[in-house]
């Protein structure tokens, strides 16, 4: 995809978290990268994420079993329904704007990163990383080893995955909005294909795979 108003992007270096609220408050924001090679852009699909749940969604939710922790939860659709179903659960984001927006759902939520103190570590039953946010903080090895810490003996991390066939790369990467481009950060997309060895690297393996309409998702245990 091409870089529209790519000369707006440079406008101003902003704090990723500040452009990621922008997006959230409705104004059209892309993701740049890699920061090596030729630039793509790929418009952030945030009607999808602030919208209610869907009968996709909640087949993912069929995934997770009793509390369950929702790490980069963003504006909320997720952790709500959570609720819906009756589960314990909780929201976490780095973004304020986010954490607001799920609140204002009705759905607990705090500002926290994922690597840093989260209440509840070691008694989850279920940890989801949906939406793509198995790439947050650019290694998803290192993700995967944080996670399987915030579990309880047992438990299982529920993770949306890209399709067969697509590639697995690290990268730096931008948001870019009229506001202006933030400042640059790692990030990570995993295909279906890998999520088996990088579960193995942290003494995982893949319990269920399944599909979700165009989505796909995977259970990862304690063998």
């Known amino acids: 995809m091409s870089l529209p108003s790519l000369q707006l992007f440079t406008s101003a270096e902003l704090p990723a978290e500040e452009v990621f609220a ?48 929702d790490i980069g939860c963003g ?14 659960t909780l929201g976490i984001d780095l973004v304020y ?30 940890t989801l990383l949906a939406d793509g946010n198995i790439g947050i903080g650019g290694d ?20 949306e995955v890209g399709p067969p066939g697509v590639r697995s790369v690290r990268f730096r990467a931008r948001l870019g909005c009229d506001c202006g481009t933030s400042d640059p950060f790692s990030w990570a997309i995993v295909g279906v294909d890998d999520i088996a060895t990088l579960a193995s690297r942290v003494g995982l393996v893949v319990a269920h795979r399944t599909r979700l309409g165009e989505r796909w998702a995977v259970v990862l245990e304690e063998p």
């Open 140 to 159: 998803p090895t290192v993700l995967l080893g944080r996670v399987r810490r915030l579990l309880a003996p047992g438990g299982r991390i529920v993770v």
């Open 75 to 88: 504006p909320g659709r997720l952790t709500e329904q959570l609720g819906l179903l009756g589960h314990v």
């Open 22 to 69: 922008h997006a959230l408050r409705g104004e059209p924001t892309y993701l740049i990268g890699p920061s090596s090679g030729p630039p793509t852009s790929d418009l952030l699909p945030v009607a999808d994420w602030t919208r209610a749940a869907d009968v996709e969604d909640r087949a993912l939710l069929r995934l997770c079993r009793g509390s369950t922790l």
């Open 97 to 126: 704007e986010a954490v607001q927006q799920t609140v204002r759902r009705g759905a607990p939520a705090l500002r926290r990163d994922v690597f840093g103190p989260v209440p509840g570590e070691g008694r989850w039953d279920t």
